[in-house]
């Protein structure tokens, strides 16, 4: 801030410091000419000057943003006024062979009135400057302080959705754990195990806006290897993401609905089953697709609140518009959805 204080500081001294030594450089320096530059240039330009900053820094401001355009107005018209006086006083007192009347029969050139109203116009150019400027400056903050107000609408929904999120995840996983501790209190505490290690990532790695793609499939591995434990022989998964380093940052946590989902509605206790993802890169796009088998849940089954996949489209539309395709599909049994990212 203080740096840039100073560049507007010294580019309004370089420009005032080139409008006063203009008129003296086309003069080439002349000894005759140097009182018509002072009558005719200089004290206007300090004039100019003066009628400039008193607007830039308190009249516009004061009245002229404040909606008392008529004092605004008057006032103006008061101060090009004295200048206009002030200017003939300096030109009669100081510079007489310049403003030395001609006879009548010598008299020519425009009227008095045209002169008046020419000066008036040229006063009244640093004024229409100095509110052209104050109010893009005006219009360039309102324009960042709207924008860093919807950006911070955006950071507080989508930390909203996030911490939606967490909770869903984990009230999922413990369902699962629950239905292990009879059946399998050996796996459970396995999966017990690797709920920690998921959930470390959750709480401590995700708080970033974008993390590393080979992060995300990093977990969901691991998820789906903790999902594998409870599941049967009749369920088989065909998981395939891209190996190494991608090179690409996306928002965390956009996959993992998906993936929970399919474990949600797609395994069966009686019946085989199949849920087949895939994930792959092109260049700075995630295509990610999975299928699985439909089986609709009972009217009385509690595992999750249905919340993951209204949460991931919300999410979507905030960090990622126009920038991603997200298509839902149930066809004969098989229920699918292509999602395409483009980071």
């Known amino acids: 801030m203080h740096k840039n204080k100073k560049i507007i500081f010294f580019s309004h001294a370089l420009?005032?410091?080139?409008?006063?030594?203009?008129?003296?450089?086309?003069?080439?320096?002349?000894?005759?000419?140097?009182?018509?530059?002072?009558?005719?240039?200089?004290?206007?330009?300090?004039?100019?000057?003066?009628?400039?900053?008193?607007?830039?820094?308190?009249?516009?401001d004061?009245?002229?943003?404040?909606?008392?355009?008529?004092?605004?107005?008057?006032?103006?018209?008061?101060?090009?006024?004295?200048?206009?006086?002030?200017?003939?006083?300096?030109?009669?007192?100081?510079?007489?062979?310049?403003?030395?009347k001609p006879q009548d029969s010598e008299r020519s050139g425009p009227p008095l009135k045209m002169i008046i109203y020419v000066q008036m116009l040229s006063y009244m150019a640093p004024l229409l400057f100095a509110i052209a400027i104050k109010t893009t400056k005006r219009w360039a903050k309102t324009e960042a302080e709207r924008k860093e107000a919807t950006n911070v609408k955006l950071q507080s929904e989508l930390q909203h959705l996030r911490y939606q999120l967490q909770p869903h995840f984990f009230f999922n996983s413990l369902n699962n754990i629950y239905s292990l501790v009879d059946i399998s209190p050996e796996k459970a505490k396995t999966t017990i195990h690797s709920l920690s290690k998921l959930m470390r990532y959750l709480l401590y790695e995700t708080k970033t806006e974008l993390v590393p793609l080979s992060k995300e499939i990093d977990f969901m591995e691991k998820y789906i290897d903790l999902m594998k434990l409870r599941l049967s022989e009749k369920t088989k998964i065909e998981a395939i993401f891209p190996l190494g380093e991608t090179?690409?940052?996306?928002?965390?946590?956009?996959?993992?609905?998906?993936?929970?989902?399919?474990?949600?509605?797609?395994?069966?206790?009686?019946?085989?089953?199949?849920i087949s993802l895939e994930m792959?890169?092109?260049?700075?796009?995630?295509?990610?697709?999975?299928?699985?088998?439909?089986?609709?849940?009972?009217n009385d089954d509690k595992s999750g609140s249905g919340i993951g996949l209204e949460n991931l489209e919300k999410r979507l539309q905030l960090l990622y518009p126009n920038k991603h395709t997200f298509q839902k599909q149930l066809k004969e049994g098989i229920y699918s959805i292509h999602l395409k990212i483009e980071t």
């Open 280 to 298: 792959t890169c092109q260049e700075k796009t995630v295509i990610f697709n999975i299928e699985n088998y439909n089986f609709p849940k009972e």
């Open 15 to 60: 420009i005032w410091f080139v409008l006063f030594s203009l008129p003296y450089i086309l003069s080439y320096g002349q000894e005759q000419e140097i009182n018509r530059i002072i009558a005719h240039f200089w004290i206007p330009l300090f004039f100019y000057a003066i009628i400039f900053y008193l607007n830039y820094f308190v009249l516009i």
């Open 62 to 100: 004061r009245y002229f943003f404040t909606k008392k355009t008529l004092e605004f107005i008057i006032i103006n018209v008061v101060i090009i006024a004295f200048f206009l006086l002030a200017k003939e006083q300096i030109e009669n007192n100081f510079f007489q062979d310049l403003t030395r």
């Open 247 to 274: 090179n690409i940052k996306i928002a965390p946590l956009l996959f993992i609905s998906l993936i929970e989902n399919a474990f949600k509605h797609g395994v069966s206790a009686n019946s085989e089953s199949l």
